[in-house]
């Protein structure tokens, strides 16, 4: 499965929604992706998101578009 994990790069400071970033992973479940990123990153994890059908092909779309590999 897809994943898009929504995060802020700076545990130290308050969660702001302009700071927000996104990156793109392959899991077997939303608990992997979580621990994929918390274990190889410094990012406050804010939502993990499963991608599936229109709304995956939606952010394929994207030029951001890019899967992560740890």
């Known amino acids: 499965m897809i994943y898009k994990i ?3 790069a700076d545990k130290t400071q308050s969660p702001l929604r302009e700071a927000t970033k996104s990156i793109y992973l392959e899991a077997d479940s939303a608990v992997e992706a979580r621990q994929l990123v918390e274990d190889n990153t410094p990012y406050n ?3 993990v998101q499963e991608l ?3 709304h995956l092909a939606f952010e394929q779309e994207s030029e951001d578009f ?3 590999e740890f």
Do not use: A, D, V, W
């Open 52 to 54: 599936s059908g229109k």
């Open 45 to 47: 994890i804010e939502f």
């Open 6 to 8: 929504l995060f802020q």
């Open 66 to 68: 890019k899967l992560t």
